[in-house]
């Protein structure tokens, strides 16, 4: 692990004990470690029994908020947790991603472009299509009675949907899969364990650029509603997007909509191939699908996000300062025993299944429609083709954050 | 009865207009539009308008009793 540099390292040891001195838990919540499938949760829901705020001195530290109430006071005040920073482990961060991390009032007059073109009204319109695209690549493997999951299906399905929506060539899906690959397995890390992934964001900048200039130069007709041409041409206030935000907002996109799917996906289906009575449960009822997805979400809530301290505060006890980082621990809040009765168990048909999957405030997952959709789609096509199925890999069942994903994952049927 | 949304804390989540159609539309951006705020107590209506607010991860959904 790379070290520190002087300077941050002592910032980090005078945070460290100002965390201890507040009674704050001091914990090493190292979230690039490997470990067994699953274990993230309970980490998480032992964390959270040990109060509602902890410390991790990992890296350069950070506090995280473990219950529902504190991470939506979080989400809910953007005027003390910025987004000036959103990685736990990144307090300098050498990108801004538009528009993730930028705070109100700039964000909203991004954010209403996104919110036109990733709509509930535009998913609907492209449902059937999604859902066409989910069986096709179902039925490269049906007759094999396996297959890969990961890289058969759960990558490939959103990246096909990516292109297809976002007007890029097919033939690229492959391109975007192994950038958002060398991206996620940098994010969190730092020093030069970070160098491919920032040579990744380089290289799907360059990218973009050339989107860009084509866009300007030869924007589709209207009646086409090709992304690109919206974002190349759209008016923001008075003015063009400029080169610089078309690359950022291009970036967060594309890292927004194909691995967190991957990993959503992978998690469900684990679950399925582990748990016969859901499996079986939505082939014989496939209309409990819209809330199992919900259920999905809430209980193997995968993003662990963060936020950055803007002003001084006294947050319940805990004394932060402006640069501190706080992880908004998602997968912990979804699972918060004070919100939801037997939290760590998935109930298909559970009643209340509000979560923090999409985060909350302002900077709520703008593709939370379409991830909605294409969660549903994937479990109803899936079982409708394959409904019964197990796990056939005992090697490789493995996790890390901090966007929490399975490694590999291998489904076989008869 | 009537039902309330507080536009501050609403950010679009979009579990209101899916669970209760009844009550809720969306707009071009995905927000909420309140069809019909006020309804009778013991009213299907009223079961959507609790579904709603249990269902609204920003706790923006709240029922006013007459």
Not at chain 1, 3 to 18: G, V
Not at chain 1, 84 to 110: C, G, K, L, N, R
Request: glycine letters at 4%; aromatic letters at 10%; proline letters at 6%.
């Amino acid at each position: 692990m790379s070290k520190l540099d002087p300077a941050m390292a002592a910032e980090a040891a005078e945070r460290r004990e100002r965390a201890a001195d507040a009674g704050c838990p001091v914990v090493h919540f190292d979230y690039t470690n490997k470990k067994p499938a699953l274990t993230y949760w309970s980490e998480f829901d032992k964390l959270r029994a040990s109060g509602p705020v902890a410390y991790s001195d990992f890296g350069p530290g950070f506090w995280m908020l473990l219950t529902s109430d504190l991470v939506r006071e979080a989400y809910q005040t953007p005027e003390v947790f910025s987004s000036s920073a959103t990685i736990p482990t990144v307090p300098h961060p050498d990108w801004q991603w538009i528009p993730t991390m930028i705070d109100p009032p700039e964000h909203a007059d991004y954010r209403r472009i996104l919110n036109i073109a990733f709509s509930p009204r535009f998913v609907r319109d492209l449902e059937s299509t999604i859902r066409q695209d989910a069986r096709d690549i179902i039925e490269t493997f049906v007759a094999d009675g396996e297959c890969d999951f990961i890289n058969a299906f759960a990558k490939v399905f959103p990246a096909r949907v990516f292109v297809r929506i976002l007007g890029l060539p097919v033939e690229h899906t492959e391109q975007f899969k192994e950038w958002v690959e060398r991206i996620f397995e940098g994010l969190g890390h730092f020093g030069d364990e970070a160098e491919d992934q920032l040579a990744a964001q380089r290289e799907i900048k360059d990218y973009f650029a050339e989107v860009f200039r084509d866009r300007r130069e030869n924007p589709r007709p209207e009646e086409d509603g090709d992304f690109f041409t919206i974002l190349a041409t759209q008016k923001l206030r008075d003015r063009l997007l400029t080169e610089q935000e078309f690359l950022n907002m291009a970036e967060v996109i594309l890292l927004a909509g194909l691995d967190t799917v991957r990993s959503q996906i992978s998690y469900a289906f684990y679950h399925l191939a582990t748990t016969p009575s859901d499996r079986e449960w939505i082939v014989r009822d496939p209309s409990i699908v819209e809330n199992a997805v919900e259920e999905f979400l809430r209980a193997q809530n995968i993003v662990m996000t963060a936020r950055q301290i803007a002003v001084d505060t006294e947050f319940h006890g805990c004394p932060m300062k402006k640069g501190d980082m706080v992880m908004v621990a998602n997968p912990s809040a979804s699972r918060d025993e004070a919100e939801y009765e037997d939290p760590t168990t998935i109930k298909l048909d559970r009643k209340v299944t509000r979560h923090y999957s999409f985060a909350g405030g302002p900077h709520r997952c703008v593709g939370a429609h379409l991830a909605r959709a294409e969660l549903a789609i994937a479990l109803q096509e899936w079982h409708r083709m394959i409904p019964e199925y197990e796990v056939a890999n005992t090697d490789g069942l493995i996790e890390s954050g901090p966007q929490i994903g399975l490694k590999k994952l291998h489904l076989k049927w008869a | 009865m009537q039902v309330v949304i507080d536009e501050s804390k609403c950010s679009g989540h979009g579990r209101c207009y899916t669970l209760s159609p009844e009550l809720f539309d969306c707009d071009d951006e995905g927000f909420p539009v309140v069809l019909e705020p006020t309804f009778e107590a013991g009213s299907e209506r009223e079961r959507q308008a609790r579904t709603a607010e249990v269902s609204c991860p920003e706790r923006a959904i709240s029922i006013l009793e007459a």
